[in-house]
């Protein structure tokens, strides 16, 4: 009796002091985050597909600051810590049992270590700095490594994507009432229009404040929304599948980014290479993004805001001139570069401006480190950053390259998977050209999610199957295949 009234008593102690004092935000860390991390510890894969439920809409808002020294606590920490600690307390008893770590982990230990190293010896800000790095690459890394443990089942899989899908959907919805009500948005919050982000520019952004991000979740969703297309055997469900693409391509177009519409059409380009089946569905976007964009092009209003987005320069003179800088940056210091303290790079930039003599030093004043993710890696981190960032993405399609050589057959529910998976990288790296995806902390988690899943259906097709010269025993029939169900051995 004691024991079960002790904790209540001591909860609701605390929930009366906050009350009392007006502490909202540990109040509601009380009531929600408690509970909230029980059921992450409990349940760790149903925690990582609650992430993917969540993190668009409450993922940049739920962040409790605490005092001077200690790190805030945001949904991603929340998440990824507490099922790394259940995958942690199921190891210890024995209730599960990690795959070996491969070449993929081995490369982010590496680039791990490196950013640790670059914080501590050259970084003035160290806590500042390294929660950063923790942000940007060290939760994608640990999303790896969880979803590749976690995800055992087809079922598992299949209820990841079909979250995405949903996602997708209310992404695109919410994306087409900002575009349809743009002037009503912005006038209703002009005092902080500052604030508002690429939304002021007319692009549909959803909860986020950056209209790439918007668009290439909204890629992502339509590449594996092909995925339950292929495989759905009821027709009423794979209708609404297709409808669901629809509706989703269509957010991706009113994103009016471009670097979006280039990365959505080379993952579609890369799915249809390595799939004949997909080419109707690329040809079908490129016409359509085609058709709306010539459209808006000829119409040739003042108003168009798909017009101005074709036609927009303001970000192109920022853009080469802050990629001439890193350039020239780069090339003085090409080995370990200058490290991710902003403030350092900032100051070495300035100085390289008036070196320079650049002409339109006022258009990148302001601007931070270059909106290209390759770039921006061989500032921060010179030759030896960009080796292991191109090694983690080399091995990540190597995986998927061994899924496909295991799977031959295209109809079989894991080489599809791996051709999709390459669509998603494509347009990843296709981001990365034009933006810091690095920043972007909901991208790198995601894309790490389905490469960890990939990797974990390699492996356990591995093990399963006895491999131990490279081949591997197919032991299933074609029906089966095409059912989606993949080669667990049984799970």
Known sequence: MYGVSLPSLVAGLLASVCVLFQLWLPLAAILFGLPLMLVLISEPLKGLVMWLLLSPTVGSYMKLSLPAGVPDITFDRVVIGCVVLALMLQVVFRTRRLFPSGRIERAMLLFIIMGVLDVVLRSSRKGEEFLIFFDEYGIPFLFFVAAKNLFRSVDDIRTLIRVLFLVGLYLAFHGMYQFLTHGNLVTADAGGAEMLGHLVEGRAVGPFLNAGVYGTILVFAFVWT????????????????????????????LSLTRAVWVGFLVSLFIVQVFDRKWRKPFALCLGGLILFSAAAWFARSAASLVHERLVAEDTVYQRLGSYRVALFMFLAKPVLGYGKDEGHFSTIRAEYLSKLGYTRAELVADMGPPHNQYLNTLVQYGLVGLLLYGALVFLMAESAATVMRMFPHPDSAEHQFAVLFYGMLGTYLVQGMFADVGAYTILGPLLYIFAGVLDGVRLRTHFVAGVSTGEVRMSRSKSASRAGDFNFGGE
């Open 226 to 253: 092909l995925y339950l297309v292929r495989f759905e055997d009821w027709r009423l469900a794979k209708s609404f599948f297709i409808v669901g693409l629809g509706v989703i391509g269509l957010g991706v177009f």
